[in-house]
C-alpha cells in the first residue's frame, strides 16, 4: 500500500490501572470470513500470485477444490421456474391478451404478484428459448408464432411496473375467496381468513400491513388488524378492464365516449371493490370469537365495574342510614335525658319554691312567735315594719340562706333568741353588701 | 491442448469480442489505446456478411443486414459453447438464422461464388474467421502480426463458452493469453490511469450494451478486485432503445401514409438502422433526425426528435437500467451508500439520461463515471478493449504455463473478512468512534497502516482494535412546524396533501458500528501532540499481528491474535 492514511481522530489517554504483559492484550479473533475468487488481473494481483505460489504447482485437483471454495456469484439459471404448459395455452391467440394468464403464459403461475423482476425476467428467456419461432423452424416445424406473441405480451405487460400493477389488480387468480360458512364449520378460522387477508394486502399502498393472527393475538392486535382493514389504502384500479379507445381513424366524439364510459366503469368498479371489502370485513369480524371475547371480557370488565359501584353504593347508604339512626337515636337519648334533666330541675325548683315558701313561712311564723318583738300586744304598725323587714331579709337572700335561716329559727320559741338569729342574718347581709347599716332595724335593734 | 506462444515471440493486443460490437486495443508506453479498423472504426460491428463469395465485417456487413440479411451474421457471441436448445434467437431474427446441428448452433451462409447451396458453419467458424478479420486489422495498424491477445468475457461466460472461444481464437493463429471478466477489464481501464490512486473502493461497474446489460459490484481493496455480486438482463438494453424510436417513427409513419414499416422486413431493417443511428446521435446533441429514403412502399420518410421527447419516450428503459443496478447492489448485501464509484461501460452507456439517473439514485459522494457526468470519464465503449490491452502487456512476457498458474483457482481463491477491522477513537465527551483500518471484503493476506492523534496532552494512550460494520441510519425529517391556518375551512384536504408532496426527504447516512473488540495495548509516553502508527496484519489464514507505535518515536509494541 502507499503511504499510510493519516486519519484527524484521536486515541483515549489509557485508564489508570490497565496493564498487560507486554502492553499487549489479545482479547478476540476475526468473526467472519468468505471465500471469495480474486480476479487475475492488475498488477496488484500478479504480486500477490507471485507470493501465494511461492514456487508450488497446482493440479486440476487443487483447481475443482478451489473452485468449490470460492463462493459463486453467478446463480445456476432459471433453476426453479418451471410448470407444465397447458396445451389450450400454447393455441391462445395474442390478440386476446386481455384475458391471458400472463403469469401461467410465462410459467410463473403460482408465483403471480409475488414474482419479482429478476424472476420475470429469467422465466421470459426460458420462454423464448423453448418457443422462439426461429427455433420451432430450426427444428422443422411450423413457424408459428402466436404463443412467441403471447409470450411477448406477457413480459412487456409484468416488466412494466405500472401495467403490471393494472393486471394484477384484476388477476382473479391471486384472489383468495372468502371461506364459506361449511369450511368454516370445520374450523380452521383463522387459516382461511388470514390466507385471505394475506392475498387482499397485495394492494395495499402501505407496508407492512398487520396480519390475521389467531386466537393467540392479543387485544390490541385484533384491534389494529380491523383498524388497519377498515381505513384500507388499496391502489388497486381497474384501467385494465377498459374498453378499447377507438383508433384515431374515428370520430373524436366517438372516442371521448368511450373514455368517459371507462372513466365511469372504473369508478364503479372501485366503489364496488371497497364494498366488497368492507362487506368481506363486517362478515370477518361477525365470526371472529376474539372479538365476542374480547366484547365479553370488556363486559365483564365492566359489569365488575358496575357491581363494584352498585355494592359500594349500598354499602356507603347503609351506613349512611346507621349513622343517620344511630344519630336520631343519640338525639333521643339526649333528648329524653333533657327532658329528664329539665324535669328534675323543675321538681328541684318546685321542691325548692315550696321549701322556701315553708321557709318563709318558718321565718314569719318565727317573727310572730316572738311577738313581733314588742313587750306588749305589738300594734299593727309594728308588725308592718317586723314583716316588712323580714320581706327585706328574705328577699337579699338566696333559698339556701332562707333554709339555713329557717333551720336556725326551727323550734325557737324565746323572742331574744329568734331575734338573736335574725340579727345574726341581718349583720351577715350587712357584711356581704346587700344590706345597708340601718336597714330592717326591727330585726337588728 | 491450447495453442501457446514463447514470450520472446509474441504480439499481444486486447480484444473486446461483443455480442454487438467487437474492439481490438494495444498499449504504448504504458497507455493503453484503442485501434480503428481500415474503415476507421474503433467500435466494429461483430458482423460478418458474404456477397457473391467476398466476405466482409464491421459496419460494411452490418449495411447488409438491409440488403443481404440471410447472408449475413450477427449477434452471435453468445452462441459459442453452447447448446442449441440453450441459445435466444431473438436478435438473429433480421440476418441469418441459427440452426441445430446435431444439438450445436450453426448458419446457413452462402459463402462461396456461384455455390447454390449455402455452407453450414458453425457458430465456432463464424467466430474465428471473425476474429481472423480483427486480428488482421490489428496487425495491419501496428505493422506487425498479431500472435496473442487478452478477450474480455461476460462473468457469466460458462466453462465451456470459454473453451470454445479459445478454440475460436487458436483456430484464427491466435493464441489466448487470458480471458478476463469484462467488468473487471473496465476498472483496470480507469486503474490504469496516471491521476488514479489504489484505494479502498467499492465499485458497480454498470455495462449497458447492445443486446444485454451486465451490472457487477467489485471490491477494490489495494488494486485488487473481487466481484460481490452480479446481475444479467435481457430485456432491457441498446436494442430495445432503438426499438422505442423505431415504434416511435413507425406511428409516425403510418398515421401519414397508412402502412406499417414495421410489417417488412427490409422496411424494418432500415427503420432500425436508422433508428440506431437516431439515438447515437441524441446522445450527443439534443435534437436529431430521422431520415430514410423509401421505407415503405417506396416512400421516404425523414423526421425529427428531440432529446426530451426520446427520454420520456424511452422512460422505462431507462427505468429498468436503474432497477437492474439497484437490484444488484442490494443482492451484494449493500446500500447505493456503500457505493465509491459507478463505471458506466457499453455503447448505451453515451446516453446522457442513464448517467443522470444514476446521479439521482446515489448520493453525491458516489462518482458518476460516464461521459456526460464526469468530463474526465473514458469512452464507455473503449473501457474494456482498453483493459484486456493492459492485461495482454502486463502477462505478454510470461510463459503460458506461467500465466495458467498464477491464475490458477487456488491462487485466485482466497479468504476475505467480512468486518472491517479498525480502532477506537474516543471524543473529548467520552464517546467512542470506530476508525476503520481494514475495508470488509478485503482480500487476505493483506496490511494496512494508519496515522491518528493521541491524546490531547499525549502521554499513554489506549489503542483498542475491534471489528466493525455499517448500518444505514435513516432520519426522518423534522415535522415542519404546521403553519398556523387562519381557520380555514373545514375541507382543506387538498391543500394538505400537496404540503404532503413537498415535504423533505429523510436522510440517510452510513453509520460505523463497533463490533467486538480484537485485542487492547497501551503506546506509551506519546509527546504532547504526537501521532500513534497503527499496523494491522491480517495473513492468510485469518491470523493477525498488530503495531503501534508513536510516528517518529522506537520500539513500540507488538502483538498477534490466533487464527479462528
Ligand atoms: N453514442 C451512443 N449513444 C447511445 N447508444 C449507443 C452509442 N453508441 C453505441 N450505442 C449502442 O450501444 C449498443 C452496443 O453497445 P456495445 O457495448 O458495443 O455492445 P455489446 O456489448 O452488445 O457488444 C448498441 O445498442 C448501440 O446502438
Known sequence: MAAPATVSFSLPPLASGWSADKDFKPVGKITSATQRTIEPVGPHFLAHARRARHKRTFSEDDRIQAQERAKNVEEDDYGEISEPEDPSMLMRDAKDWKTQDHYAVLGLSKYRYKATEDQIKKAHRKKVLKHHPDKKAAAGKAEDDSFFKCIQKATEILLDPVKRRQYDSVDEEADVDPPTKKQLQKGNFYKLWGGVFKAEARFSKTHPVPSFGDDKSTRDDVENFYNFWYNFDSWRTFEYLDEDVPDDGESRDQKRHTERKNANARKKRKAEDNARLRKMLDDCSTGDERIKRFRKEANAAKNKKRLDREAAEKAAKEAAEKKKEEESKAKANADAKAKQDREATKKAKEAAKTAVKKNKRVLRGSVKDAHYFSPADPSPADIDSVLGDVDLVISKCEPENIADLASRLQGLKVADEIKGVWRSEVQRLVGDGKLKDGDAMSLSA | ?564
Not at chain 2, 282 to 305: H, K, Q, R, T
Open chain 2, 1 to 564: 491442448m491450447a495453442k501457446t506462444v514463447e514470450p520472446g515471440d509474441r504480439f499481444a493486443i486486447g480484444i473486446t469480442f461483443g455480442n454487438s460490437n467487437s474492439s481490438i486495443a494495444h498499449t504504448i508506453d504504458d497507455k493503453a489505446e484503442v485501434i480503428a479498423n481500415e474503415d476507421g472504426d474503433r467500435q466494429i460491428p461483430t458482423i460478418l456478411s458474404y456477397v457473391d463469395g467476398d466476405e466482409y465485417s464491421g459496419n460494411q456487413a452490418k449495411a447488409f443486414l438491409v440488403r443481404n440479411p440471410t447472408n449475413t451474421v450477427a449477434y452471435f457471441r453468445d452462441y459459442l459453447g453452447q447448446d442449441f436448445k440453450s441459445i435466444d434467437p431473438t436478435h438473429c431474427h433480421a440476418s441469418a438464422h441459427p440452426h441445430n446441428t446435431n444439438g450445436t448452433v450453426s448458419f446457413k451462409l452462402k459463402d462461396q461464388p456461384d455455390a447454390d447451396e449455402p455452407s453450414t458453419l458453425s457458430v465456432s467458424e463464424v467466430s474465428t474467421r471473425y476474429l481472423r478479420k480483427l486480428v488482421n486489422s490489428a496487425s495491419d495498424y501496428l505493422g506487425e502480426k498479431v500472435t496473442s491477445a487478452v478477450i474480455t468475457v461476460p462473468t457469466n461466460f460458462s466453462e465451456k463458452q470459454r473453451e470454445a472461444l479459445i478454440k475460436a481464437a487458436n483456430d484464427a493463429d491466435l493464441e489466448v493469453l487470458q480471458l478476463v471478466a469484462d467488468p473487471i477489464a473496465s476498472v483496470l481501464a480507469y486503474d490504469a490511469r496516471q491521476e488514479s490512486k489504489v484505494e479502498d473502493k467499492m465499485v458497480v461497474v454498470a455495462d449497458f450494451g447492445g443486446t444485454r446489460s451486465d451490472v457487477s459490484v467489485v471490491a477494490s481493496r489495494g488494486g485488487m478486485h473481487t466481484i460481490l455480486a452480479t446481475a444479467h438482463d435481457y430485456e432491457f438494453a441498446g436494442t430495445h432503445l432503438d426499438q422505442v424510436l423505431m415504434d416511435h417513427f413507425a406511428k409516425e409513419f403510418i398515421k401519414k401514409y397508412k402502412t406499417d414499416p414495421r410489417e417488412n422486413a427490409k422496411s424494418l431493417a432500415k427503420l432500425k438502422a436508422e433508428a440506431e443511428a437516431t439515438k447515437r446521435a441524441l446522445s450527443l446533441g439534443s435534437n436529431a433526425s430521422f431520415s430514410v429514403e423509401s421505407l415503405a412502399d417506396g416512400c421516404d420518410f425523414a423526421s425529427s426528435i428531440n432529446r426530451l421527447r426520446y427520454e420520456m419516450i424511452g422512460r422505462k428503459v431507462f427505468e429498468g437500467f436503474s432497477r437492474l443496478v439497484d437490484g444488484v447492489i442490494k443482492k451484494a448485501g449493500l446500500d447505493v451508500l456503500d457505493i465509491d464509484e459507478v463505471i458506466l461501460s457499453g455503447g448505451t452507456s453515451h446516453t446522457p439520461k442513464i448517467a443522470s439517473n444514476f446521479r439521482n439514485i446515489f448520493p453525491e459522494t458516489t462518482t458518476i463515471l460516464a461521459p456526460s457526468t464526469t468530463p474526465t470519464a473514458i469512452n464507455p465503449s473503449e473501457l474494456q478493449a482498453r483493459g484486456a490491452a493492459l492485461q495482454a502487456s502486463l502477462v505478454q512476457e510470461y510463459d503460458a504455463e506461467d500465466i495458467e498458474q498464477s491464475t490458477h483457482p487456488a491462487v485466485t481463491t482466497v479468504q476475505h473478512i467480512s468486518n472491517a477491522i479498525g480502532v477506537i477513537s474516543t471524543s473529548e465527551d467520552g464517546e467512542d468512534t470506530f476508525v476503520p483500518i481494514i475495508a470488509p471484503e478485503t482480500a487476505v493476506p493483506t496490511r494496512r497502516t494508519i496515522h491518528i492523534n493521541a491524546a490531547k496532552d499525549g502521554g499513554d494512550v489506549l489503542v483498542r482494535i475491534a471489528e466493525g460494520g455499517t448500518h444505514i441510519k435513516v432520519t426522518q425529517p423534522e415535522p415542519k412546524p404546521k403553519e398556523e391556518k387562519e381557520t380555514d375551512s373545514d375541507d382543506s384536504d387538498d391543500s394538505d396533501f400537496d404540503s404532503d408532496e413537498d415535504d423533505e426527504e429523510e436522510t440517510r447516512e452510513k453509520v460505523w458500528k463497533i463490533g467486538s473488540t480484537l485485542a487492547e495495548a497501551a503506546v506509551r509516553g506519546v509527546k504532547k501532540g504526537g501521532k500513534v502508527e497503527i499496523t494491522i496484519n491480517v495473513m492468510a489464514d485469518l491470523g493477525v499481528t498488530i503495531q503501534m507505535r508513536e510516528v517518529g518515536g522506537k520500539g513500540g509494541v507488538r502483538g498477534t491474535l490466533a487464527k479462528p
